[in-house]
């Protein structure tokens, strides 16, 4: 049996006291849960459809299985993979041992592009066979591989990853260096953003949709980018690695941690310029 944490608000969806605060469910339904207590819970039932995917989505993508209803309903069809933009997706199914981190995959015409892993799901594993398979699998940083390993094997798929973050994926047959982008195709940069570790690095697909693993997110509460100090391996890294980021042109940031969010081109220079100046100036204010 599972333990019902006494701040969700009262009705039939909760989230139970095995939850160790990931922020996934919160990313997906930001408003309807949040953080209390030292965890998730909900803030209020939901009440409306679009409520009621948000909490459907929260709950396949908890990676304790946390997020729960006491009523017995079906989900609805078509909660994952995604659709966040034009041919990007957010898988759902997130893995405990990547934290609860979001993954990602991104259809293209020749090939189809997993960014960082979900937990091995016979769901995600049939969408992907349904799509055509997969070319490559971008790994940003050592924490959020989780099953990158059988997805790579089921469909013969490419890895890459930065070699300073290589131990963690030791399969890893396509290797980044140093801190200069790497040009993958025409459509497709390879950024590294040390920082958050050694070997962070940031996906660049199509001069459009930055893919940040945790070194860059959207935060719903701030309403603004955010970096996470308190996991990091070098801030004055980081600092400095989010501020070569203001050379890119990007509206589009897909977070493994926190939140994703499109804007305007300029919109996003902007705040990623503001969020660099406070990260320098005043940290804890971050």
Known sequence: MTERHVLNAPGAWYVDTRCFNCSAARTVAPGL?????????????????????MAWRARLLCPTASVRTEQHMEPPAG???????PGVYRLGYNARSSYGAHSFLI?????NIMVDSPRWA???????????GLSDILLT????????DRYAERFGARVWIHV?????????????AGDEPTRIDDNLLAIPVPGHTRGSVAYLVAS?????GDSLAWSFEQNDLTAFRSYCWSWTTQTRSLGRLCEHAFEGVF???GGSRILSFDDMKARLEALVERMGRAPETV
């Not at 909660?79 to 933009?85: H, S, V």
């Not at 940083?141 to 990158?148: F, L, R, S, T, Y």
């Open 255 to 257: 977070a493994g941690h």
């Open 164 to 176: 300073e973050d290589r131990a963690a994926a030791p399969y890893a047959d396509r290797l980044l």
């Open 122 to 132: 016979k769901q995600v594993v049939s969408r992907i066979e349904e799509w055509g």
């Open 208 to 212: 459009q949709y930055l893919f940040t």
């Open 79 to 85: 909660l994952f993979p995604e659709e966040m933009a």
């Open 107 to 111: 259809r293209r015409h020749a090939d």
């Open 141 to 148: 940083h050592q924490d959020d591989v989780a099953d990158a």
């Open 33 to 53: 849960i949040v953080e209390q207590g030292g965890q998730s819970v909900f803030a209020r039932q939901p009440e409306t459809p679009e409520e009621l995917v």
